[in-house]
């Protein structure tokens, strides 16, 4: 792999939390594959994997219901092998639940090519970077 498609990737992930804080959710899964997998933490409100287009949108659509639209902040975006690795802070609040959410997410995008095949999202950083097989990358 080349250093320019690593770049790619990275300008592709940023573009992407661009879209999706601007509500452009057909955006993002444009750049999916059709049988992407989304991985969430066992300690996530929703728990699991979700498969292809209509499991993603689901699970989108859960978080939706509960804290309304879902805006991230990432704090850092590097690249490790074939992954995206965003250390994003996420927020949102419902409008009719009035239920609130604050909280800082890894997330993992997993590349074949230009399309994210997997993101795996994590609530410890350490857990997110060993799971890569990265060991001793300190927070910068």
């Known amino acids: 792999m ?17 879209a ?63 992954n995206v690795v965003v250390d994003a802070l996420r927020s949102g609040r419902g409008e009719h639940s009035g239920l609130e959410v604050s909280d800082r997410v890894i997330q993992v995008f997993t590349f074949e090519g230009d399309r994210c095949v997997r993101v795996h999202e994590y609530y410890d950083r350490d857990t997110a970077l060993r799971d890569l097989g990265v060991q001793g990358l300190a927070e910068q």
Not at 44 to 68: H, I, K, L, M
């Open 2 to 18: 080349t250093g320019e498609r690593t770049d790619e990737r990275v300008e592709l992930v940023k573009r992407g939390y661009e």
């Open 20 to 82: 999706w804080n601007k509500g452009d959710r057909s955006w993002v899964l444009e750049h999916m594959s059709p049988d992407v997998e989304w991985i969430t933490p066992p300690e996530d409100p929703d728990p699991g994997t979700y498969r292809g287009y209509e499991g993603v949108e689901r699970f989108w659509s859960q978080w939706r219901a509960a804290v309304g639209q879902l805006n991230f902040a990432p704090q850092e975006v590097f690249e490790v092998g074939d």
